[in-house]
Each structure stands twice: as structure tokens, then as C-alpha cells.
């Protein structure tokens, strides 16, 4: 069973004092992982003191589970200490690689939709979800680039990914709209083939639109085509725990709430009973 | 060597030389730009990425350099020392090295100096978290233990040595001031940085037998031992006063973490 957080946002370093003082009406937080993998000082001070109000959900950006260097051992200790330090609802990473030969791209870089790609990620997913003892949830990212010895595409290589890993799907519906954009297809095509089941999480976000092209900036407010994108994720998955995800340029935590309260809006437009189902 | 691996490494060739066969293995009549433009996007975004890592972590060195030998340094440094690390924290933990050793850097010492000192308030804003000793577990201590004190600090502290005038630059820059010209002291300069129980970050400059109480403390030297050593700057009636008071001092700054009694 998929569990309803509702409505979330990403923590934010510069929130941190919102959070703590006016104790806000947000449903969940998502942290990033690696931000907090440090010995202490605030940024775990004020994870400690923000989890005793709130859910927290722990996602990571340098897992690498696409990479065909070895799983990285050393990050997959830190972050089974951070997750029984946390105890988070869940846990996430991107399906991507960012590191190749032990260098960090820092970035979330796209595979090739082939069977070798299927099983080389499928594998390591299963040796992730076995050391770490709990199950995790993937990402799809946005991308810029189709490879030449894709087999298939997109969605059903996430889809298949995430079934034969047996994994929940972190669904961006952002990344979804880049995707659509940057490589001409229908995103509800990409929606209507996903298992209603394994979605356990929303990702909203904003982009950069550069006309030929969409780059996913995470610097801007949910745009409209996105909100549209939603509505139709909603209608077709029911409840997700969804969150808006802001990186940069970063507006004050007034202005973040207002827009999650769109997003409850639109899913109340959708789902009239949604906040009735968020479970504490 | 795998298809799949054959992409990551042209990948990463692409990454860190913007050169290479990455272009090759992507479709080229998609849309309205081609491989070469796609590619490129991550090109960019790379080197933006990491460029606003040092930016924000070397935040003063940057002003102090000005855009363009920022720009010169931030494509020599992304070249020596492409990241091995989990978080982009780490990113810029060679760059003290690298401005020490690469020219036109190396030329001009304060530029490391700068990139320690900040480097040294990163490592102090999220050092771990562990109890401070108060008053109380100093006066716990029975008198005649008092000669074989040891001491262990928070580990926030962290200790910079400069040979120019580099955290009154450092300060200026903060500030929104220009900074004097780069001068070499007569002496080396001593500050001591920590986070505070606010969990602020503070920094000091340390007088030299200070500096030399912490250098000993921190080598697990004892109460008694370190008195003999203050003998260099105090009279024999100072030293026990000078030794407490700087005990106080540490205590009420959140500097100590433990005192222990070495057992012969």
C-alpha cells in the first residue's frame, strides 16, 4: 500500500527558521540527503528539532544506481546511518548516473533505454533495497539527449525498471513536461503507461524555457502547462504525496506555501475528499 | 568494454573536455537542435554547477580576485580537480593547494590563505555536534588533580595561521569595503574559529601564548606541563592566573568539549 502524506515541501536551508518559529501548515517535509550527511551542527540541529512536527521523506542526488562503476559503498553506509538517524517515511534517488570512474558530474545524467541498461540498473536497485533493508523510490529526470541504440523508451523503461526492481516511482511531473517538450512526445502517453501502484510521490517544479528547448532549472514557480500535467496525474494515480521541489532562486516560505496551496487547491478540484485521506 | 559503459565514459570525456564521440551515440534530427547543441546543454550546466559552488563557498576570495581571474582559476581548478566526492561540499577542498602551488595564484600568497580561512569556517558551521563542558565539571575537578588537567575541544574549533592580512581583508570584503593591499606581517598571526552555543561561527585572533595553551593541550599535554611553558610570556605569580582565566574564557565560548585527569 502506498501511504498519503499530502502536502509537502522541499526543506530549505533558509526556511529553517520558518519552519521552526511559525510551525507551518505543510503536511511533510523532503530532505536532501547528502546535505545532512555531516557530523552536525545546524543543518542537523534544525532537522532534529523539524522532524519532531513533521514527516520527513530523505532524497538523494548522488546514488549513481545507473552507473557502471561499482555501487559506491562508502555513500551507501553514510546513508543507512542517516536513515536510521532520520527515520524518514521513505527514501529516493534519481534513475541515473552521475559518477563515472569515481568522478561526480554532480548531475543527473540519462541512460540508454536498452535491456543491458534494464538489468545492469535492475540489479543494483535490488542490492541497494538489500543492504539498505527498506524499499526505495526512483525518479525519472528530465533529459536533453535521445541515445541512438535506445530500445525503448522513456516510460517504458522506467516502468520496467521500477517492476522488476520491485520499487516505488518518484514521479516528476516537471521532468515529465521537459522530457515531453525537449523530445517531442505526449506526456500523457508517458502518464497513462505507468502502474497506478508503484507511484508513491510527486515532484512539481518549474523550468527554463528557451524556446527550441526546456531546461529543469527548479528556479522558477510551477508553471501552467505543469499544473495541467498534474491535474491529469491526479486523475489517473488518485493520492499521491506530492511536494513542490525549489533549488534555486529560492522565494520566501510565504510565497512556497501560497503555491502548495495551489497544488492542494487543484487536487481538491480533483479528488473533493484528498485531505480526508492524508494519513498522520 | 559494455555499450553502456562506452556511453559513461564518452560522457564524462564530454564533461570535463567538451570534446569527443558523446555526440555520436545521440539521435541528430530531433526537434530543432541537433546532437551537438543537446550535448552541449550538459556541458554547460556542468560547469555552471560547480562554478556556483565555489562561488558560494569562496564567496570573499571571489571578490577579492574579481571576475576574471575568478573565471581563470574556477577552469583551473575544475580541471585539476574534477569532484570525487558525495556532496558538493567537498568541491573546493583542494583549492587552498591549488592556489599555493599554480601560477599565477602562487604568486600572491594571500590568495591560499583567504581559501583556508573559508574553508576552515565551513569545516567549524557543521562539525559535529557533541556536549560542551561547563563551569561545573571544571570545579569537579579535586585541587590536587589540577597539575594533571587535560583538556579535549569541541570540534567545531579549527585554528588558522596567516603570514598576510588576510581575515582583515576577508572582513573588509564581507563588509562591502575594498581591502588594503597584501601585507606580509613581521610575525605570523593566529586566530582561532568555532561555532559558538548559538551555533553561529566565530572567529578570533589568538595571542601567541594562547596559542601555544591550545597547540599543548591538543597534543595531550597536561595542566602543570603547559604552566612551565607560559613562563616564556608570564612571571611565575602570572602563570596560574593567566592558565585559569583561559580555562574560563574557553568554557564560557563553548570551546571545551571534556576534561580528563591523565592517570600516570
Known sequence: ?280 | MSSLEQIQQDFLQFLLHGKGPLAEHVVNDQGNINAAERVSIYGNAYRVRLQEVVETDHEMLGLYLGDDLFDQMFQGYLDAHPSTFDSLRHFCQHLPQYLATTAPFSEHPILTELASFERLLLAAFDAADIKRATLEDLSAIPPEQWPQLQIRFHPSMQLFTESYNTVSSWQALKAERAPEPATKHADEQHWLLWRNHQRLTEFRSLADDERYMIDQYLTGAQFAEICEGLLTWHSEQQVPVVAVQHLQKWLQQGLIHQFSVAVD
Open chain 1, 1 to 280: 500500500m502506498k501511504k498519503f502524506l499530502g502536502f509537502g515541501l522541499g526543506l530549505r536551508t533558509n526556511h529553517y527558521v520558518d519552519v521552526i518559529e511559525q510551525k507551518p501548515d505543510i503536511d511533510w517535509f523532503e530532505i536532501i540527503s547528502e546535505n545532512y550527511m555531516v557530523a552536525g551542527g545546524k543543518p542537523r540541529y534544525y532537522l532534529d528539532a523539524i522532524k519532531e512536527h513533521y514527516p520527513i521523506v530523505m532524497h538523494g542526488v548522488s546514488m549513481s544506481i545507473g552507473s557502471t562503476d561499482p555501487l559506491n559503498m562508502d555513500y551507501l553506509k553514510k546513508l543507512k546511518t542517516l536513515i536510521a538517524d532520520v527515520q524518514p517515511e521513505w527514501f529516493s534517488d534519481h534513475l541515473c548516473f552521475t559518477s563515472v570512474g569515481g568522478i561526480n558530474s554532480h548531475d543527473l545524467l540519462p541512460m540508454p533505454y536498452t535491456e543491458e541498461s534494464l538489468n545492469h540498473v535492475v540489479n543494483r536497485i535490488k542490492q541497494v533495497q538489500d543492504f539498505i533493508g527498506r524499499p526505495m523510490l526512483l525518479e525519472n529526470v528530465s533529459s536533453y539527449l535521445t541515445y541512438k541504440t535506445d530500445e525503448m523508451n522513456e516510460w517504458q523503461f522506467y516502468r520496467e525498471v521500477c517492476e522488476q526492481a520491485d520499487c516505488k516511482m518518484l514521479l516528476d511531473i516537471n521532468n515529465i513536461y521537459v522530457s515531453a517538450r525537449n523530445h517531442d512526445f505526449n506526456a500523457m502517453d508517458y502518464l497513462q503507461s505507468l502502474n497506478p501502484e508503484r507511484i508513491q510521490q510527486f515532484h512539481l517544479a518549474g523550468h527554463s524555457d528557451f524556446g527550441d528547448y526546456v531546461v529543469d532549472t527548479h528556479d522558477h514557480d510551477v508553471p501552467d502547462p505543469v499544473w495541467q500535467l498534474y491535474r491529469e496525474a491526479l486523475k489517473l494515480f488518485g493520492p499521491v504525496s506530492t511536494m513542490i521541489e525549489r533549488d534555486a532562486n529560492i522565494p520566501s516560505f510565504a510565497d512556497l506555501e501560497a503555491e502548495l496551496n495551489v497544488a492542494r487547491s487543484i487536487a481538491e478540484q480533483c479528488i473533493p475528499d484528498i485531505r480526508s485521506q492524508i494519513e498522520a
